[in-house]
């Protein structure tokens, strides 16, 4: 009896990459139950700390808060960020009060306040950016 040849193609094997990346990072928020116990693992790893978190612009890490799909928890994986930047500045308060919802641009702005490291020359520059009674509730 004569066998068919049938011809085998390879297909590829997609390796699925362990390397710490902004994108990674974003798209595994996207599928987490909990943002900010993920959030949290992630910056207790060294590398990813060294090579994701403490790189962040403030576009970067507005993206993160941005992923984070229940709103409520925004806040949370914000603070859990906030520290692990090197020289978190008013400037990331600025783009996150711009990208949240309004009902949680007081609460993003008490809780990342601590972090900044130029809260003593740039507070005004937050200031500017809050309405009269966002001001009142973050006196």
Same mark, same amino acid.
């Not at 859990?80 to 007081?106: E, G, H, K, L, N």
């Given at each position: ?26 798209? !595994? ?41 229940? !709103? ?6 914000? !603070? ?26 007081? @609460? ?29 509730? @973050?006196?």
């Amino acid at each position: 009896p004569v066998v068919p040849v049938v011809p085998v193609v390879p297909t590829p094997v997609i390796v699925p990459s362990n390397e710490p990346s902004l994108q990674r990072l974003i798209d !595994e928020l996207k599928l987490a139950v909990s943002a900010s116990s993920y959030v949290k693992r992630k910056i207790a790893d060294q590398v990813w700390k060294d090579q994701v978190f403490s790189t962040l612009t403030p576009q970067q890490f507005v993206k993160i808060i941005r992923a984070t799909a229940i !709103e409520f928890d925004q806040t949370e994986v914000a !603070e859990a960020i906030a520290p692990a930047v090197d020289q978190f500045t008013c400037q990331y308060i600025i783009a996150t009060i711009r990208a949240v919802s309004d009902w949680m641009r007081v @609460t993003m702005v008490n809780r990342l306040l601590s972090h900044t490291v130029d809260l003593a020359t740039n507070s005004e520059t937050i200031l500017a950016e809050l309405s009269d009674w966002e001001k009142l509730s @973050t006196e």
